[in-house]
């Protein structure tokens, strides 16, 4: 069965730090383009972050920018979203995807930001 993963999410504080994975089985992410979408309650999916097959390339949307890293381990096959200095806004369910000719959606991890 081919599918990702998605683990990590939870409740932390303003300011606070979490790190999620995506992590796929039944297929392999070496030549898959990764990234990560929220949705907060509300409000239409928002793109955060994408990095390339060989990780050499990233991009992040202007929200998270400087406080989020994205990043990839093909030995593992997993990919990490290294969120820091969060904010109530981030709140959101976070879906990574993998993509090349087709895309995989996982199933979505809960981040709550909330003193």
């Known amino acids: 069965q081919l599918q990702l993963v998605e683990s990590g999410g939870g409740l932390v504080q303003p300011g606070g730090s979490l790190t999620l994975s995506c992590a796929a089985s039944?297929?392999?992410?070496?030549?898959?383009?990764i990234g990560w979408f929220r949705q907060a309650p509300g409000k239409e999916r928002e793109g955060v972050s994408c990095?390339?097959?060989?990780?050499?390339?990233?991009n992040y949307a202007d929200s998270v920018k400087g406080r989020f890293t994205i990043s990839r381990d093909n030995a593992r096959n997993t990919a990490y979203l290294q969120m820091n200095s969060l904010k109530p806004e981030d709140t959101a369910v976070y879906y990574c995807?993998?993509?090349?000719?087709?895309?995989?959606w996982g199933q979505g991890t809960q981040v709550t930001v909330a003193s």
């Open positions: 990095i390339s097959s060989s990780g050499g390339s990233a």
């Open positions: 995807y993998a993509r090349r000719i087709r895309i995989y």
């Open positions: 039944g297929f392999t992410l070496d030549y898959y383009t």
